[in-house]
Each structure stands twice: as structure tokens, then as C-alpha cells.
């Protein structure tokens, strides 16, 4: 008992320590990673004396070539940061170093070959060891012991033009082939040697070649930060910036409640992004202190943190049509009526991204996607951008028709793109508008598309079937159930929901459990909507006292039935009338509210299926 007592303080010690360290270093809310790669990295690196005391061959189960793979911005050069510097802790020499830089510095040495210059770069920097065939031969050995550490590795497995390689050796750079070389020769004389690289994809950017077994076979991700990292990494850079303290809050106290704040509303930003937040925020503050007279008054508070992550989108989304969390928390959109519709899609959508303790009890799954149906007009895409933000949650709107082009191949690559993207800045609400355009029902006779099109929408609804059942993202990774789990654990990735105002005409595959599974009905307002809408639509305009919304709500519209576009369409109208009497008319009266209302119910065309869109009081 008291060695196992002595055992686990001995590694709590261990963590403390680490973790002072990576707080030094900056790269914060990552020891669970830090943990996982020395582990993988001591397979290798004391595998020989482990083989001389237990007779295991450690080296088999290690590997001397380890990918760290992560998006942009995720903090993968500064994991190389801290990962030399535990390495150097426990005395083992590393070499760190770009891959460009790499590249530049072979072409212009004067060895003859790349393999001839890497032998001499890591006999001047690593001492030498006898290998385990040394060691049973009684020879000599110039092995070199260490780990090199190769920022954007992909540099070294380009061709010529810029191309990645398609997997063979003939087409990688002559520094790429060499240090598979080198790989391969370490790897056969069982010696201490790992290089260690990182990538941003490393199914995209690492040939097959080179990730083949005794080679980079082993690969960690580097995730983006779930709400408890992201909590860290901003506590550790408002630490160092004037904060405006509050009245129950001093110093780091300040700091970590701020962090806290923000980091619940920032999910999908990676480390640059937060760390751009800060900075962006503290040059507002003191550009804004400056052009005032006074700039000692240059203190970051909470309303300026905020507007600057309304202002950074995350990395991954900032070319799509992004919503970040908090971005209309303040009111700017607003959305009336369809009190039962809007509680029905908030519940989908906080418990697929928020699961209560009850779901897991009873085993409950989220929704994988929903299907919001309804005339158009009617504030579908309003009404899933105004829940996103209630929910905390990156909104990325996508106009189904866009991911179509008339290239071979480009419409297939766009979504899975697509869903790649939205997967890195997870937590993510993927709303596909017009999604009938995409997703219309197979005929099965070749002319999906058009004969001219090679099947195009075929093929898009397939590539569309296999990202919602996670064929594209699924990827053998390098286990961690040997290092403690982080407590904060972010639920939920994507979440798609799709609209359309045709839904008979989806294909089937589509709707059914496991994809698309939940459908929400947005009907034709009732009454009490139309209500809401009008009092929304001209809360800003300077109403005559003669005016009832009551009233003009119940006001016959024949065989049409209005959408919420229709009332707004109505509500502009009857400004323009106003306007028309004279340019120097100060309200709106009902006379022109009425007015507007017969023109548009003279123009709105017949509706045929108001009776199955009417949404019943």
C-alpha cells in the first residue's frame, strides 16, 4: 500500500510539474497530448533497456516516425516547442526544425547528396549509442540518439511543381527520400532515434508511401480545444494584459472569470483565434484610449472581448457564411410567431449539442440531422440562425446550389470539404438551404444530371450519404487509454439541418433514422402569428393612432394565405404609401396598411397545399 501510495503521488508530482511547464510555454490545456506523445516516444527512446532487463522487444511496438496532425492554428508548431523542452527535461538531445528550412539548407550545403547531409546534420547534434546488434556483436556504433522535431513536414514530400506526391518515392523530393532512408535504416538497427513531424492532414498531405509500417505509421491528433482548453488558453494570455477589474474580482481571479465567460461562447476556435481575440481586443482598447487623450485608460473589459470574438471567425469557417456563437445575442435579428415550432427545434438542437445526464441514464442518442419543411417565406433560415446563437453553437449557412460546378469531381470535393471544415470548428450547426437541389430523388436510368453531367447530383447525394454516416472522417488514430482523461469533454461535432420547400421531392436515402431523422414543420403563420409579425415589422415605424393590429391580422385574405415574407413585403408597403401622400407624412395609417394588404392578397398567388403547411392553433 505504501508503494502504491508512494506511485501515485510520485506521478500527481509529475503532472503539477508538467503542467508549470507547459503553462511557461504557453501551450496550455494540452497535457492529456503532451502525455500521449512521450509515451509513444518512449517506446523507442528506452526501449534497449528495457529489452537488456525484460528481455520485451519495446522497439516493435514503437515506431520512429510519429505524425502530430491538426488543423491550422491548432498550436502544432508550439507542441514541438514544448515537447523539446520535456525532452530536453529528461536529457535527450533534439533537433527542431522547419521543413522549409530544412529543404533550403540540403540544397544549398555542399554534400552531394540529401542523404549525406542529414548523417552529418545529426552526427554534429546527437551523441552516439551502440545499437541492440552492437550490443550483441561487441562492435562500435555510430547510431545517433535523439528526436528530431519537423515543423510542416508535408514540405519534404512535394514534387517539383508544387504537387503533392501520389505515393511514389520517384516523386518526392530528394530530402523527403532520404529521411525515409534514414527511417528505414534506424528502424532495422533497432536504434534510439524518432523524427517526429506535423501536418495539417496527414491523409491529405503525407503520401501513402511514407506513412507505410517502420515509417511515420503512427499518427496523434492534435483536436481543437474542447470549452475547458479553450478556458486555459485564454486564462493564460489575459494574465498578461490590463484587465478592467471588476468589483468582486481581482487579478488572475479577473482573468479566469473572463476566460470562462468567453470560452463558453467560442466553440470551434482553435488557439490562434483565441489568442487573436486578445490581441485584437487590447488594440481597440488602446487605439481607442489614444484617440480620447488619455492613454493610460487602455484596460480590456468583458464588452470588448466580446466584440472582438463577434469580429474573429474561426479559422476553419472564416471563408463560409459563418455565424459565430453570440453574434445576435444582442437582438439584431428577430424572429416572431411559431412559439411551438421554435421550442420543438431549440430542444433538437440543445440536446444533440448539449445531452443532459438523463439522455445518457437512459441511453438516449442526439438527432444526426433535421429537416426543416415549409413554404418559402416562411423563416426557416431566420429562424435556425436566431437558435444556433441561443445555442452557443458556429452557424454556417450554405446555399445548396453553390457546391455545384461544372467540373468533373469539384461538386463531390466541396462537400466533403465541406463537412471537414465544419468538423474541425465543432461544435457546428450546418444548414443547407434549398437542400432539394442537391438531394432530389435518384431516377436510377444514368441522367442524374443530365447525359452531359456524368450523373453530378448522383454522385453529390452519395458523396452527401457517406459524410452523414462519417465514412469521410473515419481514421485509425494511436490510443490514449493509458494517460488520464481530460474532464472536460465537448459533446456534440455537426449537426445538419437541411430546408426545403419540397419535400416529397428528397430522396428517400436521405430521410430515414440515422441521417435525417427529425423533421420540423414551418407552416403558414395562424392569426396570432400574423399578429407577432406585424408587431414586429413596425415596432420602429411612427404608427397613426387609428391602427389595430388585431384588426388588420384578421383581415380577409381570400383563397391566399399570407408567409412571413408577405407581411413584411406589406408592412413596407404600407410606408411607401404613406410616403406617396407627401414627403412631409409623419405616421403610418391603417387606411394604408389596408391598402397594402388587398394589393398583396390581389398579387400573392393561389396556394394549393395551405391546408398541409397551415400550422393548426
Not at 507542441?79 to 525532452?87: D, G, N, T, Y
Not at 479553450?230 to 490590463?242: C, E, K, M, S
Not at 484587465?243 to 490562434?272: I, M, P
Request: proline fraction near 3%; hydrophobic fraction near 40%.
Amino acid at each position: 500500500m505504501r508503494e502504491e501510495h508512494s506511485t501515485r503521488a510520485a506521478a500527481s508530482s509529475y503532472e503539477r510539474e508538467l503542467n508549470i511547464r507547459l503553462w511557461q510555454t504557453g501551450f496550455v490545456g494540452c497535457t492529456v497530448f503532451v502525455q500521449d506523445v512521450l509515451f509513444q516516444l518512449a517506446l523507442v527512446l528506452k526501449h534497449e533497456q528495457r529489452r537488456l532487463d525484460t528481455g520485451v522487444e519495446m522497439d516493435q511496438i514503437g515506431s520512429h516516425g510519429l505524425l502530430i496532425s491538426g488543423v491550422h492554428g491548432v498550436g502544432k508548431s508550439l507542441a514541438l516547442v514544448a515537447l523539446q523542452r520535456e525532452l530536453v527535461h529528461e536529457q535527450i538531445a533534439t533537433w527542431r526544425i522547419d521543413g522549409m528550412s530544412l529543404l533550403m539548407t540540403a540544397e544549398g550545403s555542399a554534400f552531394p547528396t540529401a542523404y549525406e547531409y542529414l548523417v552529418y546534420a545529426l552526427e554534429q547534434r546527437f551523441p552516439r549509442s551502440r545499437s541492440l546488434a552492437d550490443v550483441e556483436t561487441k562492435r562500435e556504433s555510430s547510431s545517433c540518439v535523439g528526436v528530431v522535431l519537423i515543423d510542416d513536414l508535408e514540405m519534404l514530400f512535394q514534387s517539383v511543381d508544387g504537387q503533392l506526391a501520389d505515393g511514389s518515392e520517384m516523386q518526392f523530393t530528394s530530402l523527403g527520400s532520404a529521411l525515409l532512408r534514414l527511417i528505414d535504416e534506424r528502424s532495422l538497427r533497432s536504434t534510439r532515434f524518432v523524427v517526429v513531424g506535423t501536418t495539417a492532414s496527414a491523409d491529405v498531405n503525407i503520401p501513402s508511401a511514407a506513412k507505410r509500417a517502420g515509417r511515420f505509421d503512427k499518427v496523434v491528433d492534435l483536436v481543437v480545444p474542447t470549452e475547458q482548453g479553450r478556458r486555459d488558453i485564454l486564462q493564460r494570455h489575459l494574465v498578461g494584459l490590463p484587465l478592467r477589474r471588476g468589483a468582486d474580482s481581482e487579478g488572475n481571479g479577473h482573468a479566469a472569470s473572463l476566460a470562462s465567460r468567453l470560452a463558453a461562447l467560442s466553440g470551434g476556435y482553435v488557439a490562434k483565434d483565441l489568442v487573436r481575440i486578445c490581441r485584437y481586443a487590447t488594440a481597440q482598447v488602446h487605439a481607442a484610449s489614444t484617440l480620447d487623450g488619455d492613454p493610460t485608460e487602455s484596460s480590456v473589459g468583458w464588452s470588448d472581448l466580446l466584440r472582438a470574438q463577434q469580429h474573429i471567425k474561426p479559422s476553419q469557417l472564416r471563408e463560409l457564411n459563418v455565424s459565430s456563437p453570440g453574434a445576435h445575442g444582442d437582438g439584431k435579428l428577430a424572429f416572431a410567431g411559431y412559439a411551438a415550432v421554435r421550442q420543438q427545434l431549440w430542444d433538437f438542437i440543445t440536446r444533440t449539442f448539449h445531452p443532459t445526464a438523463a439522455m445518457s441514464r437512459l441511453c438516449i442518442s442526439e438527432a444526426s440531422g433535421i429537416l426543416l419543411s415549409g413554404p418559402s417565406g416562411c423563416g426557416k433560415t431566420l429562424l435556425v440562425q436566431i437558435v444556433a446563437a441561443q445555442a452557443r453553437v458556429n452557424f454556417v449557412s450554405v446555399k445548396s446550389s453553390e457546391l455545384l460546378s461544372k467540373y468533373f469531381g469539384d461538386s463531390e470535393k466541396a462537400v466533403r470539404q465541406l463537412f471537414a471544415r465544419a468538423r474541425a470548428a465543432s461544435p457546428c450547426l450546418l444548414f443547407f438551404d434549398e437542400f432539394d437541389s442537391i438531394a432530389h430523388k435518384r431516377s436510377f436510368s444514368g441522367n442524374d444530371g443530365g447525359s452531359s453531367g456524368g450523373g453530378v447530383y448522383a454522385r453529390v447525394l452519395s458523396t452527401f450519404l457517406n459524410e452523414m454516416d462519417g465514412v469521410g472522417s473515419q481514421r485509425v488514430r494511436v490510443s490514449t487509454s493509458h494517460v488520464k482523461k481530460s474532464p472536460a469533454v465537448e459533446s456534440g461535432g455537426i449537426l445538419v439541418v437541411a430546408a426545403t420547400d419540397r419535400r416529397n421531392a428528397l430522396d428517400a436515402a436521405l430521410i430515414r433514422p440515422g441521417r435525417i431523422d427529425k423533421t420540423v414543420v414551418l407552416g403558414f403563420p395562424t392569426q396570432e402569428d400574423v399578429e407577432e409579425l406585424l408587431a414586429v415589422y413596425t415596432r420602429k415605424m411612427p404608427l397613426a393612432t387609428d391602427g389595430d393590429i388585431q384588426e388588420l391580422a384578421a383581415r380577409p385574405r381570400g383563397s391566399h394565405t399570407f408567409t412571413g415574407a408577405d407581411i413584411a413585403s406589406i408592412c413596407k408597403e404600407a410606408a411607401f404609401r404613406a410616403l406617396r401622400e407627401g414627403v412631409e407624412a409623419k405616421t403610418v395609417c391603417a387606411r394604408h396598411f389596408e391598402a397594402a394588404w388587398d394589393q398583396r392578397a390581389r398579387e400573392a398567388p393561389g396556394t394549393s397545399e395551405s391546408d398541409s403547411w397551415t400550422v393548426k392553433p
